[in-house]
């Protein structure tokens, strides 16, 4: 008689015999979501006298440039990989003048959180949306069309403004065609050989944003940006951005949206693995857990952590998230 004669009926192999305990589970999880990962958007306002909270984001605020280092101390506290800053500036114009000037809110903002010397990398946002009086990414013309190349030395003077605030990356939003060539000779030109360029390589023409451009006072005054930004059905015509701004000199790329997009993250970090990739969970994901949770309907410290492996699961190296301090502080709590 064989061993195989006395065994019990059953199958041979048992997936369960890995999920029994907390203990199995972690010693053989395939991602581990780390804070360093981790990205915190963050709106420096020249608008507002004091924090003013988001009401469509809860959880989020806009902070005056007197007040932002509060949040820089909490999230590098917290462990959190880096700070996304986005300006909301107190004057515009239809040249978005206040995007590139030296005492600038994002400038001023950059200088502040940089002399407390955290361990934090700061990103900026490098568009005109939010500085222009017309909303819109780039200048216009006489028609109301956003014009691509008279907009990129505008995109160059402002990314290298914020490298001489101390910008550690500049991430340029517009989806201009030739903005990360641009940006890369001018911060070349001006002695940032150093200062790298996180591109917004796939941005899609989104109905999730919404949030933040209540956040953000960046809603366009007319019209839509969907001349320039990408058409949500297209997944192939991504990896042409990525690969483009590969050539211009980007050293990240980045899938913006992300839950709805992690087909397209797949396929950048399978046809692209050597690249540094992120993915945005942007303020309509944010906002939809926030009011589900907020019902009682979902877990959302579940939810949000579930969500962040998704993404690095899907191949994203980093994630920019507006849940990034309360992630971080959970998943201390696990470790």
Known sequence: MTITDTA?????????????????????RERRVHPRSLVLPVFV????????????MPGVSRWPVTEVRRVAEEAAAAGVGALLLFGIPARKDARGSEASAEEGVVQRGLRAIAALDLDLVLITDVCLCEYTDHGHCGLLSERGEVLNDPTLDRLAETA??????GAHLVAPSGMMDGQVAAIRRGLDADGFEDTGV???????????????????????????RRSHQMDPPNGREALREH?????????????????????????????????????????GEYSMVKAAAER??????????????????AGADLVITYHALDAARWL???S
Request: aromatic share 8%; net charge negative; glycine share 6%.
């Open 332 to 334: 201390a709590s696990e």
């Open 8 to 28: 019990p009926p059953g199958p041979m192999a048992r997936l369960r015999r890995l999920r029994r305990t907390p203990a199995l589970r972690a010693l053989v």
């Open 160 to 165: 290298v403004s914020h490298a001489r605030a």
């Open 296 to 313: 009682g309907w979902i877990d959302e410290r579940a939810v949000v952590l579930e969500t962040l492996a998704s993404f690095q699961r």
């Open 198 to 224: 996180l591109s917004y390589s796939a941005k899609y023409a989104s109905a999730f944003y919404g949030p933040f451009r209540d956040a953000a006072d960046g809603a366009p005054a007319f019209g839509d």
């Open 45 to 56: 306002s020249e608008a507002d006298d004091a924090v003013v909270d988001v009401p469509s």
């Open 243 to 283: 690969v483009t701004d590969v050539a211009e000199g980007a050293d990240i790329l980045m899938v913006k949206p992300g839950l709805a997009y992690l087909d397209v993250v797949r396929r950048t970090r399978e046809e692209l693995p050597w690249h540094p990739l992120a993915a945005y969970n942007v303020s």
